[in-house]
């Protein structure tokens, strides 16, 4: 069963965000997500500079059998995008809380969250 | 409809598979990862499940007679010990089913269909029967059929056989099959596939299936033989340009319009066969739109159903797409209007909103060396 980070919120729309510390969010997609989309062979990310808006699509997520929306969970200018997991979007599938990051935000607004029980509870991830 | 499961459900489910519905079937669609699966096939060897595929026995005096009239390819001069791909058309020349057809002997032919369209394809041969001297006997509920793809395929099935009999193995030519013992279960061994690998496919009882099955993963684990889903099997056809039924092959498309123009025995075959008049006239109008491979020049993947552009403007649609693990670019096919099918057309797949640069080029986009 696909993991769920203990320490980290969701969006419903599988993005996680970790929101500890003062700096800027970062914003990955869950294992649960990243596992059922399979192999993830190119990822879509927002431009630094640009907002993104919660609950809105700010890139696309394709893998080798489907694409997918890539939805904001917060509101905020992006200040970061990771260049690592655009080159080799493997990362994704292989460690999508780690190295498989995809976009930071400073936030003005938060979307609707869940913690890591809920998101669990309601996707048969394993905390 | 209820979900149907093949005598190698529980194996799928001991392998950790994910599950997709195929046809009506509850198949798998990945062991692990698909990529890996797909990569297992081009450099050592692949096991898979295609017992939802159909097999239907076709005996007796007039079988060849009959399976000329029912089919549109000319069966009855295949030579026994080997197969023949072929099409069943219904009158107005779209295409029900593509299939191959194994020739056993003057009066015993096997016709395997594909899976969702097995029951059809039983049915109308039984409906064309009438006036011939023949048995239709589906045997799909109670046949198994497994697929042993990639260069290491041969060296693995040898493993499992007698000495004597390798040669039925080793001799086997592409689209021949022989009778023999592998892993001690009597089974039709087949040098055919869906892979654009040298590869096998097995029918063998269901009853018997679960142990060939465990003993062919066991025999090929020194050869790095990894056991593939569904998904894997569509990106690898695709790749050696292989037309899928519901993708590229429909009752709406000829056999021209999707380039199996060859396949049907019109000049070959004297008497009549189903789908034989309208045929002959789509072929005399000429094709309005052909089946082309696509090359994508980005990293972007076109999908079916995406509009193809030429200058902004649709001419026609892609049918199937992905990125090729094999080639690493996006390849796609595509059903075009027959003025920009030349190789090396610049054309657009629509991808949601945004242009994306792709190249008509030769199919199959994938060739294995020899």
């Not at chain 1, 907002?51 to 997520?61: D, F, H, L, Q, R």
């Not at chain 2, 018997?208 to 056809?237: H, M, Q, T, Y």
């Not at chain 2, 200058?311 to 080639?327: A, I």
């Amino acid at each position: 069963m696909a993991k769920v980070a203990a320490e980290l919120k969701y969006s419903v729309e599988h993005e996680w965000i970790s929101t500890d510390g003062d700096g800027p969010s970062v914003i990955g997609v869950s294992a649960v997500a990243a596992e059922a989309l399979g192999d993830i062979v190119y990822v879509d990310l927002p431009e630094v500079g640009s907002t993104v808006t919660a609950g809105e699509t700010c890139g696309e997520i394709e893998s080798t059998k489907s694409v997918s929306d890539l939805y904001s969970p917060v509101t905020g200018e992006v200040t970061e995008i990771n260049d690592d997991a655009a080159a080799d979007p493997a990362l994704i599938n292989s460690d999508p809380y780690g190295a498989g990051w995809l976009f930071k935000v400073s936030v003005t607004e938060e979307g609707p969250l869940l913690s890591a029980q809920e998101y669990a509870e309601a996707n048969g991830g394993e905390l | 409809m209820t979900e149907k499961y093949t005598a190698l459900y529980e194996e799928h489910k001991k392998l950790g598979a994910s599950f997709t519905d195929f046809g009506g079937w509850q198949m798998p669609l990945k062991y692990s990862s698909e990529l890996a699966e797909h990569h297992a096939v081009r450099k050592a060897a692949g096991l898979f499940d295609l017992s939802h595929m159909g097999e239907v026995w076709v005996t007796g005096p007039e079988a060849g007679a009959f399976l000329d009239y029912a089919l549109v390819g000319k069966l009855s001069a295949v030579a026994d010990g080997k197969a023949k791909y072929s099409l069943i058309c219904n009158p107005d020349g779209g295409i029900i089913d593509d299939l191959i057809v194994y020739r056993f002997g003057d009066e015993k032919y096997l016709v395997v269909p594909n899976a969702g369209n097995a029951p059809i394809v039983a049915a109308a041969l039984a409906e064309r029967a009438a006036n011939f001297d023949v048995t239709v006997k589906d045997v799909s509920a109670e046949t198994s059929l497994v697929a042993v793809q990639g260069p290491q395929a041969e060296a693995i099935l040898l493993k499992l056989t007698d000495q004597a009999q390798h040669p039925l193995v080793t001799d086997l030519k592409y689209y021949a099959f022989n009778e023999l013992t592998i892993a001690g279960h009597d089974v039709i061994l087949a040098r055919t596939g869906y892979t654009g690998e040298d590869g096998f496919e097995l029918f063998i009882p269901n009853e018997a299936a679960a142990d060939l099955w465990a003993k062919v993963a066991e025999a090929g684990a020194e050869f790095g033989i990894v056991p593939c889903g569904l998904a894997s099997r569509d990106s690898l056809r695709l790749e050696a340009g292989m037309p899928l039924y519901g993708n590229e092959l429909s009752l709406e498309r000829s056999p021209f319009d999707a380039g199996l123009g060859p396949v049907v025995a019109l000049k070959s075959k004297e008497g009549d066969f189903v789908g034989r008049a309208a045929l002959e006239a789509v072929k005399e109008a000429g094709p309005k739109q052909k089946l082309v491979g696509l090359k994508g020049l980005g990293r972007r993947a076109g999908r079916g159903h995406y509009p193809v552009l030429k200058d902004g403007v649709q001419v026609g649609e892609v049918t199937s797409g992905q990125p090729s693990p094999t080639l690493g670019y996006p390849v796609a096919l595509a059903y075009v209007d027959i003025e920009h099918t030349e190789i090396g057309t610049a054309l657009d797949i629509d991808l949601r909103g945004k242009a994306e640069p792709f190249e008509v080029v030769a199919l199959p986009f994938y060739k294995r060396q020899k």
